[in-house]
């Protein structure tokens, strides 16, 4: 399959903007939609997105609208950047539109709430297109440091071998390396899960605790999402890779984390509402994940303990402090 030769972005918050920016440099032909008319404007005449990427100045080639279907016009190439939750209804707006045989990517790290389905899944459902046409792009990829034109490595996942290394080309830049895999299912748990694992990391940081209580609930985190993937088709291996492993410490260690900061301040004494409020309406996917992951988990038999607390604290009162007590309390056992 040939280089895409224009590209559409569906969604201008931070990471939407800064993959549109990654492409762009790439050399593709990107038209990024915006929801807000004035943040399109401010992308085609200051060439910034300040309320999510104040400083970064946006290439010149890359251009915005807040007309969807403008954005996807004759794309060969569409790329979902809108949080897990809201995906399906944006979706539905869109299908209409969506050229025929165009490849649809999904950017975001959940699991949907209402049916559990992974966001390929929920992809291919509304868009009434083949799964070999739904790829997923997933990694170690803080949004502000790829801006920031930090070198980083990240994964391309498609069914379509062909149509993911299409997309590596599509995406490749000197700060920007993608590598293709095959495995959604893994990749897209190992996404979704890390968030969650991130609350978990905050709330220790907001306690006061330090890198051993860390690196503890990013190894026994990794265990208890490799567990779930493998029960739903993973490839266990995917979870040691850059979109597993990366993507959790990247995500876990990271300030930059709005999950581990939603965490953070949550471990610090503070309401859901009084964190949410903080986020400045910035997304932090693990608050409704954990609870679609822990269902998930549930249905098929899988343990996973610390999921099961983060979920407890964001939506039945369970403190911080007890929680990690719990988790120390539980009944022992071999590694
Ligand atoms: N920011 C990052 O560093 C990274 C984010 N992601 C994932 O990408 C997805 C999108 O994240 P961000 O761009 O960071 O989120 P964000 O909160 O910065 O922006 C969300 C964008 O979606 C738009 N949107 C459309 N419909 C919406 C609705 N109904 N409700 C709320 N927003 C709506 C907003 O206007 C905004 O442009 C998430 O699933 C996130 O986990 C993945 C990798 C990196
Ligand atoms: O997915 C991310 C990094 O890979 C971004 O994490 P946050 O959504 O917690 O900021």
Same mark, same amino acid.
């Given at each position: 399959m040939a280089r895409p030769e224009r590209i559409a972005v569906l969604g201008a918050g931070s990471w939407g903007t800064t993959f549109a920016k990654v492409l762009a440099d790439a050399g593709s032909d990107v038209v990024l939609w915006a929801r807000r008319a004035e943040v399109a404007e401010a992308i085609n005449g200051s060439r910034c997105n300040a309320g999510y990427l104040p400083g970064v100045r946006l290439p010149e080639s890359l251009r915005a609208t807040d007309d969807a279907a403008a954005a996807v016009h004759d794309a060969d190439v569409v790329v979902l950047a809108v949080p897990s939750q809201t995906l399906r209804e944006n979706l539905a707006g869109w299908q209409p539109l969506l050229p025929a045989g165009a490849t649809l990517v999904s950017l975001a790290k959940g699991v949907e709430l209402s049916t559990l389905k992974r966001m390929s899944e929920v992809i291919g459902e509304v868009a009434d297109v083949p799964m070999e046409q739904v790829a997923v792009v997933s990694g170690p990829n803080l949004a502000k440091e790829i801006a920031a034109e930090q070198p980083t490595a990240t994964v391309v996942a498609c069914a379509d071998h062909d149509r993911a290394i299409a997309l590596?080309?599509? #995406?490749? $830049?000197?700060?920007?390396? %993608?590598?293709?895999?095959?495995? +959604?299912? &893994?990749?897209?748990? !190992?996404?979704?899960?890390?968030?969650?694992?991130?609350? !978990?990391?905050?709330?220790? *940081?907001?306690? &006061?605790? &330090?890198?051993?209580?860390?690196?503890?609930?990013? $190894?026994?985190? +990794?265990?208890?999402? $490799?567990?779930?993937?493998? @029960?739903?088709?993973?490839?266990?291996?995917?979870?040691?890779?850059?979109?597993?492993?990366?993507?959790?410490? @990247?995500? #876990?260690?990271? %300030?930059?984390?709005?999950?581990?900061?939603?965490? =953070?301040? +949550?471990?610090?004494? =503070?309401?859901? !509402?009084?964190?949410?409020?903080?986020?400045?309406?910035? *997304?932090?996917?693990?608050?409704?994940? #954990?609870?679609?992951? /822990?269902?998930?988990?549930? /249905?098929?038999?899988?343990?996973? %303990?610390?999921?099961?607390?983060?979920?407890? *604290? #964001?939506?039945? &009162?369970?403190?911080?402090?007890?929680?990690?007590? =719990?988790?120390?309390?539980r009944e022992r056992k071999p590694e």
């Open positions: 590596q080309h599509a #995406c490749s $830049t000197p700060y920007f390396r %993608p590598y293709t895999n095959t495995d +959604l299912i &893994g990749i897209e748990i !190992a996404g979704a899960c890390k968030n969650v694992i991130a609350l !978990a990391c905050g709330m220790a *940081v907001g306690l &006061g605790f &330090g890198h051993n209580t860390m690196s503890s609930l990013i $190894t026994r985190g +990794l265990a208890e999402t $490799t567990r779930l993937g493998v @029960a739903l088709g993973a490839d266990p291996m995917t979870f040691a890779g850059l979109a597993g492993l990366g993507d959790l410490v @990247a995500t #876990c260690m990271s %300030p930059l984390s709005r999950n581990r900061t939603f965490g =953070e301040r +949550l471990g610090r004494g =503070e309401t859901l !509402a009084q964190a949410q409020e903080a986020a400045h309406g910035q *997304v932090s996917e693990g608050v409704k994940s #954990c609870s679609s992951i /822990r269902q998930l988990a549930a /249905r098929h038999g899988v343990e996973m %303990p610390i999921t099961d607390v983060v979920h407890r *604290v #964001c939506h039945e &009162g369970l403190q911080p402090g007890p929680a990690a007590a =719990e988790l120390l309390g």
